[in-house]
């Protein structure tokens, strides 16, 4: 069933959190939109706790509004205490921009920056830089209530972490956003802001100095915090944050994050993070219930988002990687993906000349500990549990050459169904 409005779509999507009108659903159906959504340049990536923001842009977009995505080059220098326990570490102006440009560049693959209701990117650098000391005071400053500015929450549980506190600096990040949301509407007359639940407070007081000096009426929208059913943290994994640049969490593993999420949160991650149709995501919402052993929904999920970040030709190694590990064939693999497929599995070394001076599987298996004894590789062979290369073994008498070799370098060995060991050999 079709949606009539976007506001529709994003409801059933679960994307809304709050509204700071409750006519903006027809507003938004009746006209054309300009709205913006900020990020941060802490990192010269993003990753994937910025993915619902990023989605909900795209959705305006592909509903006939004009996104303005909002570099943090001049915010960025100061720090958002939103959500923040501890002050943030600054950042050199140089860094800054090197993460802005690296942001651009990951927000082009989501966002189109050419034809109609094209997006636009700016750096509030460009006017936040600019600015004079006395005159941001006197303007701006002035219509800030400190007292309204103290009952804030991401200001009031700052305040009441007597050993942390908050610097006059990090204080001030309200006025800075507030006056983007200004210089937007004035500029390109952006009327709607769009963030996390975090930012309803900067995003209010946005609406409201634009109200006073601008006279225009504006609106904003909050997303909610992306949870997951289990309590942990959403985008997180024991080695870090899943980011969005390849360099920084691959495309394998990115994929695997997504392919290894929970039941209870594959639908809503399936409404949150793709452009499948209602009718694709409630019927694989179904078979995550009636046939959960099939992993349908994870698959769509982690093929849908892979595609989207990393492209259709990464995705596809990502596949067969991925099926790698459940027998496929790795010799279409390349040495990149194998290492960083087995990066987690046991490993041991062997010289590059080994094969030639002793040729022989057991032997080698015997002398990367792999194996306690030959007679243990034989009871493997004999049961059907040896494996090199995810290729059964029949011969106890294997001789291995430099065919065998994965990328010239490399050995997959498989005892039983799981237990994988890596043999690399050096030069």
């Given amino acids: 069933m079709a949606f009539r409005t976007l506001f529709e779509e994003l409801q059933w999507r679960g994307m809304i959190h709050q509204t700071t009108h409750p006519e903006l659903e027809e507003k938004l159906h009746q006209e054309s939109f300009t709205l913006y959504c900020g990020f941060d340049p802490t990192s010269d990536s993003l990753h994937i706790g910025s993915l619902l923001p990023i989605m909900g842009l795209v959705h305006f977009q592909r509903w006939g509004h004009k996104p303005i995505v909002l570099i943090g080059g001049g915010t960025g220098l ?12 600054l950042q050199s102006k140089e860094d800054v921009e090197r993460n802005a440009q690296g942001i ?30 006395l005159d941001f005071l006197r303007d701006i400053g002035k219509h800030f209530s400190v007292n309204v500015m103290l009952t804030k929450d991401a ?53 409201e100095l634009t109200r006073r000096l601008l006279g225009k009426e504006t609106y904003g929208l909050t997303l909610p915090l992306v949870t997951k059913s289990d309590g942990t943290k959403f985008g997180k994994t024991e080695s870090g944050n899943v980011w969005l640049d390849a360099n920084k969490t691959t495309p ?9 999420q929970a039941d209870a949160d594959t639908p809503k991650y399936l409404r949150y993070f793709t452009l499948l149709s209602r009718e694709e995501i409630e019927y694989l919402e179904g078979q995550v219930q009636t046939e959960p052993h099939k992993r349908a929904g994870q698959k769509a999920l982690a093929r849908e988002i892979t595609k989207m970040v990393h492209g259709e030709t990464a995705l596809q190694s990502a596949i067969r ?21 087995f990066s987690d599995v046991p490993h041991a070394n062997a010289p590059i000349n080994y094969i ?18 030959k007679g243990e590789g034989k009871r493997l062979i004999k049961n059907g549990g040896l494996y090199v ?16 070799l994965l990328g010239g370098s490399l050995l997959v060995v498989r005892l039983g169904k799981k237990d994988y060991r890596l043999i690399q050999f050096l030069k």
């Fill in 78 to 89: 100061i720090g958002d205490p939103s959500g923040k326990k501890d002050e943030r570490q």
């Fill in 252 to 260: 394998y593993r990115f994929y695997q994050f997504w392919i290894n």
């Fill in 104 to 133: 651009k560049k990951q927000l082009s693959h989501f966002i189109s920056f050419e034809g109609k209701h094209s997006a636009i990117m700016v750096n509030n650098a460009d006017w936040l830089c600019e600015l004079r000391l």
């Fill in 356 to 373: 030639s001076e002793n040729p022989f599987l057991l032997d080698l298996l015997l002398t990367t500990n792999i194996l306690e004894s």
């Fill in 389 to 404: 290369n995810n290729e059964r073994i029949t011969d106890d008498a294997l001789r291995l050459s430099e065919n065998h």
């Fill in 321 to 341: 990687a991925s099926e790698a590990m459940f027998g496929g064939d790795l010799h279409e693999l390349e040495l990149s993906v194998l290492e960083d497929v």
């Fill in 155 to 207: 200001i009031r549980q700052r305040l009441e972490d007597r050993e942390h506190g908050i610097s006059y600096t990090e204080f001030t990040y309200c006025l800075l956003q507030s006056y983007d949301y200004l210089h937007l509407c004035k500029n390109f007359d952006c009327r709607l802001q769009i963030g996390g639940s975090d930012q309803w407070g900067n995003i209010v007081a946005g609406m």
